[in-house]
């Protein structure tokens, strides 16, 4: 297993333009969560998916923001009309588990976006 | 929602000494899980240790073991024997179906 992946590793992108990252969870792991990160703090939850249902989203996740893992495997996050306050780093992560809160989490190496 | 503390945003240890990073959480549940994820500097976020609350005995693995007092929600990580590769970012996370982190202590280590 090469556990959480996630493509591209850096992202430069002009304000407004729209993003897709990707995220290859460990296989057989039937949950995925996205966190965003911003310099000298801790992750904070985005979203989080248990197999193909995004079952819970954050009011961090505004509504240019949007998630899918449509065959419960990888998902894609994609943010429209970036703004420069979206530059952060965005984790995956994901985990085994019958009860969320119960698991836990391996994460991916990240997707470091910055909006010009 | 539980809240999570890291009081010391930096500590430093010397090379093979022993180092105690703090943390603090606050939760209304009974039963959670606690981590402890190490960052190195643009590295991913690896795993350090794990606590069930419901368990009494504190978490070892290798050089790392926690501290864990339920009744003071207190939840320290401490490092034995110190090593060059065991600078980076630590965080302390709290999980009862949210998980939260605390703000990170950065670890230098020092030869």
């Known amino acids: 297993d090469t556990g959480v992946s996630q493509d591209p590793r850096h992202k430069i992108t002009k304000r407004g333009q729209n993003v897709t990252f990707r995220c290859d969870p460990i296989s057989e792991h039937n949950r995925l969560y996205w966190y965003r990160q911003t310099l000298g703090q801790g992750p904070e939850f985005l979203t989080y998916?248990?197999?193909?249902?995004?079952?819970?989203k954050s009011r961090l996740l505004s509504d240019r923001f949007s998630a899918e893992r449509p065959k419960g495997s990888f998902s894609t996050l994609e943010i429209q009309r970036t703004e420069q306050g979206d530059s952060a780093m965005y984790l995956c992560a994901s985990s085994f588990g019958l009860a969320r809160g119960t698991d836990t989490q391996y994460f991916g190496p990240g997707t470091r976006l910055t909006v010009l | 929602a539980q809240t999570v503390t890291q009081s010391q945003p930096e500590m430093s240890v010397q090379e093979a000494e022993t180092v105690t990073l703090s943390c603090t959480y606050d939760?209304?549940?009974?039963?959670?899980?606690l981590f402890w994820y190490k960052q190195p500097p643009s590295r991913q976020m690896i795993l350090v240790i794990r606590q069930e609350a419901y368990k009494q005995q504190n978490a070892t693995e290798n050089r790392f073991s926690v501290n864990f007092q339920k009744a003071a929600k207190s939840f320290s990580l401490k490092i034995s024997d110190s090593q060059l590769g065991d600078a980076a970012m630590y965080f302390c996370?709290?999980?009862?179906?949210?998980?939260?982190f605390g703000a990170g202590t950065r670890l230098t280590v020092k030869p």
């Open positions: 996370a709290c999980n009862n179906n949210d998980m939260r």
């Open positions: 939760t209304s549940e009974s039963d959670y899980y």
């Open positions: 998916f248990q197999n193909e249902a995004q079952l819970e």
